[in-house]
């Protein structure tokens, strides 16, 4: 990872310093990050994607992962409300209208609106480009009553970008995404959240019902997929890798500055050659991520939209996602059978192992592998010249 | 369009009704194709229609309205003529 600009690590620091401090009390009570969120708000960063013209701090997707990397460094949820966040904006930036980005982005930027995420339906899986939520226009109003399994801060989130079927659709694929502002409409919280790891994304079952107005689409009615392609779901994998990244990254920085330490060399050989290998084999798998993501990145921000919708580069970012939630808790397993039970099983030690563990368990899952994998099988077989980018 | 393309690709369309007529600008995508089944098309194509598109041919753009993909065929068609003289 390239260092961040020192504009940037500046704003960067305080985050930090106050997601660090709650991130233990974060995953105990599996609660949201809300001081992490405050200083986020403070920071000026939920506006990185923003243009400056909207007041924004106009950072780029680099910039993006680059950050969220190194929350994630000290807690992989807080790491993973940011990036959702980005992924929402980088959305609005990009196909949302003028009128709705300038009634909007000022806002994101002032740090006034932490967006979240609706894309979860019962029944389809996370699969994106579908729904079954019907909604009627109604004058200048779309009606629409969501219930959604899985919102990740959705409790604290002030505004919503959503998928629901667009007005007068013929087919489940006609999906479109929706921007609500939480006091647009009547917001339920059904349940709550009590997972193995990632445990302050609170990411909870939800009800919206309400009214929206027409005009408050992002893309065309119907046209989702046009989104997906260009933004939402390269921007998903993109960012989720990079906090799973900046998790192994982490517990493997916190491992080595262990070892180095007085005590510990006192105590250890560090000649052992089962030692430097598992050393070795952790650095190793952190690597290819760190590799692949950056590789992805750029060629993501070179490419055009056309682009984007072509096998070769679908293939490749569905790889990364597979290959980073892999690869990063397969280094931390590794770097646990390193150190043993007291540091690396216990809950509440300083190297904070067995959550790293925990929260990395949830990657495979996060948009499962299992249909990432049928994905690019069917993808390989439209690439028969195996094009590489 | 001819008929045998329209044949073609009428089952992978579940939401075209059995009565309803294909049209050019028809979205291939609201009437039900996904991009898992892109693939399947490609293979029929070959078979009935005894064509087959190129892998830069197998763009979202051309999948996008039923006249786009019979355009993109259309073209394939024509190259193997030119390529077989």
Known sequence: MKALDPALAARLAPVLATVGQHAAESDEKASFPVEGLTAMRNSGLLGLLVPARYGGLDGTVHDLLAVSQLIARQDMSAAMVFAMHGQQVAALVHHASEELRERVLPGVARGDLYLGSVTTEAGKGGHLLSSETGTRREGDLIELDRMAPIVTGGAHADAYLMTVLAPGAGSDGQVSLVYAERDQLDVQVLGGWDPMGMRGTHSVPMRFTGAVPHDQVVGAHGDFRRVTVDVFAPLAHLGWSACWLGTAAGALSRTLRMLRSPDERRRRDLKSELLLTRLSRARQRVDTVQAMLSHAADVYTSLSERERGGAPWQLLVNALKVTASEQCPAAVEELIELVGLRHGYLRNQPLTLERALRDLRSASLNYGNDRLHLANGSLSLLDQETTLV | ?85
Do not use: K
């Not at chain 2, 005894?50 to 065929?73: C, I, K, M, R, Y």
């Open chain 2, 1 to 85: 369009m001819d008929q045998p393309f329209v044949d073609t690709l009428r089952p992978h369309l579940r939401y075209l009704a059995p009565e309803q007529e294909l049209r050019p600008e028809d979205r291939l995508r609201d009437l039900g194709l996904n991009s898992m089944q892109a693939i399947d098309l490609v293979f029929d194509l070959e078979d009935n229609c005894g064509v087959t598109l190129p892998d830069d041919q197998l763009t979202d753009a051309n999948f996008e309205t039923a006249g786009a993909l019979w355009s993109a065929v259309e073209n394939a068609r024509s190259d193997s003529l030119t390529d077989a003289r």
